[in-house]
Nanobody, 125 residues
């Protein structure tokens, strides 16, 4: 059972930046594809970004492309989400997720096997 713990959320003004971190308890962290999702108030959980296993390919939602960067440090069992040029519409609870299965899909919540508890990001206008 992988435990994921997010940190780094908070309140920021529009145009500002935040960096989210997600620490995994599992020493085989490098074998998981990792993703970030978010759930705005009253809406469904949506894909933000993902980074594959050791190949480290990255994928982004169109709404964050060019502003957000996902990265991972396998020596620290941690995945990051650098968020720049934040907008009020980025306000949401952000979740990290781990995919243990080898499947050719990573943009849907159902593609992931383990989830963190979430961290709130609020962007004021």
């Amino acid at each position: 059972q992988v435990q994921l713990v997010e940190s780094g959320g908070g309140l920021v003004q529009a145009g500002g930046s935040l960096r989210l971190s997600c620490a995994a308890s599992e020493r085989t962290f490098s074998s998981y594809t990792m993703g970030w999702f978010r759930q705005p108030p009253g809406k469904e959980r949506e894909f933000v970004a993902a980074i594959t296993r050791n190949t480290r390919n990255t994928y982004y939602a169109d709404s964050v492309k060019g502003r957000f960067t996902i990265s991972r440090d396998n020596t620290k069992n941690t995945v990051y989400l650098q968020m720049n040029s934040l907008k009020p519409e980025d306000t949401a609870v952000y979740y990290c997720a781990a995919q243990a299965r080898y499947i050719p899909s990573l943009r849907n919540p159902g593609d992931y096997d383990y989830w963190g508890q979430g961290t709130q990001v609020t962007v004021s206008s």
